[in-house]
């Protein structure tokens, strides 16, 4: 389980969203920068916590350029419903065996219970360009991630 290095290309994936939709992280390449987020489980307090902080400021990030996806190993379902109670404008995927979040490196906290809560940059080319990890400090995902790609929108 090796996490892809800052400045390294993304690890590629293929995965359905909320709607059964096949996104291929490669479709970005070229045309927006991602804003990659694993989360545990939908519904829970901090993983909605997050999720609505994507979604209070998904307009920004889409002004900067970029799309902002979750993934995490809930089924379809469970994301139709978590995407419609809160109204998340995003893409929500299905990784319910962990390929993705095992090419990224994504590591399970609490000794090894919860799936993690990481979060990856990827720049227009397909290059991992930020990397944070913490389960319990929800906001700096979306701040963070929000400053550095205005910075490079602006630089």
């Not at 400090?137 to 701040?143: A, D, L, R, T």
Request: with cysteine; net charge negative; glycine share 8%.
């Amino acid at each position: 389980m090796n996490r892809p290095q800052i400045g390294t290309a993304a690890p590629h994936f293929s995965l359905p969203n909320q709607d059964g939709e096949i996104v291929n992280i490669t479709d970005f390449i070229g045309k927006k920068h991602v804003v990659l987020y694993f989360y545990p489980k939908d519904e829970t307090p901090g993983c909605t916590k997050e999720a609505c902080g994507f979604r209070d400021s998904y307009e920004d990030f889409v002004a900067a350029g970029a799309e902002v996806i979750g993934v995490s190993a809930d089924s379809i379902k469970s994301h139709q419903q978590f995407a419609s109670s809160r109204r998340l404008p995003f893409h929500l995927l299905s990784d319910p065996n962990s390929k993705a979040a095992d090419s990224y490196g994504v590591k399970k906290s609490l000794f090894g219970l919860l799936p993690g809560r990481e979060t990856f940059l990827i720049d227009k080319d397909g290059i991992v360009r930020y990397h944070f990890a913490s389960q319990l400090q929800i906001g700096p995902h979306i701040s963070e991630a929000l400053m550095l790609l205005r910075s490079w929108e602006n630089g």
